[in-house]
């Protein structure tokens, strides 16, 4: 049996037999007005962060829910996107999506606002979506990606990538970890399909949304998810793994590299009320910008000493230099 295979028995068990904690239980239950989210969704929730962002939501979006789970972050797109079909689930185990329509019917009993035509659920793969090209606003994934191994990873970012439409975003929340894992943890696929040993290092996991065409990532935020220990887990030493949220926009790649925010700021304190690079960064005195780390690289490059920019917070909440 395939990881793949393993990972869809695991979550046709959670389906069926909700499990509390199986896999990650840091998923935000937002309280929105007037959105109530059932306990038979909360119970569901397998996220390890939020994909759910006001900011990203405006205009009625088309969206796509890749890993239904319980339908909970359905229920949440919905909110901002109130008519037939303006969200659509797709989860290739087959009890999940009965599980989802369930408890929309729920959600319908608890919130006046909502119908559950409002989410159109497809049976299908992250690997070969059955959504077109360039239909789509919003996509996202919460703790899914990280069960990939590389080869299906990129085919599965390819595939956001191609039903985005231009400026598109894909928003995500997955595992990390900057540790090495050893091979048995890599290759324990019940551990990959409980969000675990697929964790990746950040580095590589934006190097894999921009290697795809990716042009602009935002990491949103960088929060502590799991311990492996030595005394649960095949591991020598201790392991921390961390959740991050990211948005990966469907930008033109610059001729220079992507615009990767990781939090950094730039503040000017020099003598004029401003300093312009002349390349579209104008920084007011004493107001922190901030930017993407190729900016701070170059900024940092000129030798000045009126320009302070700080480490990566691993927080950016928009408004960049880009």
């Known amino acids: 049996m395939g990881y793949l295979e393993v990972t869809n028995d695991v979550y046709k068990e959670a389906a069926l037999t909700p499990e509390v904690g199986l896999c990650c239980t840091t998923n935000p239950v937002w309280e929105l007005p007037g959105l109530k989210i059932p306990k038979i969704m909360q119970e569901m929730n397998y996220g390890c962060g939020s994909t759910?962002?006001?900011?990203?939501?405006?205009?009625?979006?088309?969206?796509?829910?890749?890993?239904?789970?319980?339908?909970?972050e359905l229920l949440q797109f919905s909110y901002f996107s109130?008519?037939?079909?303006?969200?659509?689930?797709?989860?290739?185990?087959?009890?999940?999506?009965?599980?989802?329509?369930?408890?929309?019917?729920?959600?319908?009993?608890?919130?006046?606002?909502?119908k559950s035509e409002f989410v159109e659920l497809r049976k299908g793969d992250a690997l070969n979506l059955p959504v077109d090209d360039n239909s789509i606003e919003v996509a996202a994934q919460n703790c899914l990606f990280n069960i990939f191994k590389e080869n299906d990873l990129k085919r599965a970012i390819e595939e956001m990538y191609r039903v985005l439409k231009p400026h598109g975003r894909l928003v995500m929340s997955d595992p990390v970890c900057e540790q090495p894992m050893n091979d048995t943890l890599?290759?324990?696929?019940?551990?990959?399909?409980?969000?675990?040993?697929?964790?990746?290092?950040?580095?590589?996991?934006?190097?894999?949304?921009?290697?795809?065409g990716f042009g602009t990532?935002?990491?949103?935020?960088?929060?502590?998810?799991?311990?492996?220990?030595?005394?649960?887990?095949?591991?020598?030493?201790?392991?921390?793994?961390?959740?991050?949220?990211?948005a990966a926009?469907?930008?033109?790649?610059?001729?220079?590299?992507?615009?990767?925010?990781?939090?950094?700021?730039?503040?000017?304190?020099?003598?004029?009320?401003?300093?312009?690079?002349?390349?579209?960064?104008?920084?007011?005195?004493?107001?922190?910008?901030?930017?993407?780390?190729?900016?701070?690289?170059?900024?940092?490059?000129?030798?000045?000493?009126?320009?302070?920019?700080?480490?990566?917070?691993?927080?950016?909440?928009?408004?960049?230099?880009?």
């Open 249 to 322: 926009i469907k930008d033109p790649m610059p001729e220079d590299g992507p615009c990767v925010f990781t939090g950094k700021a730039a503040i000017y304190y020099g003598n004029e009320d401003y300093f312009d690079d002349e390349k579209g960064h104008v920084l007011l005195k004493n107001q922190p910008l901030a930017v993407c780390d190729k900016t701070a690289g170059a900024l940092v490059s000129l030798g000045r000493d009126d320009i302070f920019i700080s480490g990566s917070t691993f927080h950016y909440d928009g408004g960049g230099c880009c």
């Open 82 to 114: 109130r008519r037939k079909g303006g969200v659509i689930g797709v989860d290739v185990v087959d009890e999940m999506l009965k599980a989802s329509r369930n408890n929309f019917r729920v959600a319908e009993e608890e919130n006046d606002w909502f």
């Open 186 to 212: 890599r290759n324990d696929d019940r551990l990959r399909a409980l969000c675990l040993s697929g964790s990746l290092p950040i580095k590589q996991y934006v190097k894999a949304l921009t290697d795809v």
């Open 217 to 246: 990532i935002e990491i949103r935020a960088r929060k502590p998810y799991r311990i492996l220990d030595p005394k649960h887990y095949p591991t020598d030493e201790l392991i921390y793994i961390e959740s991050i949220e990211v």
């Open 52 to 72: 759910v962002h006001a900011r990203d939501l405006t205009n009625d979006p088309k969206i796509l829910y890749v890993g239904v789970g319980g339908g909970m």
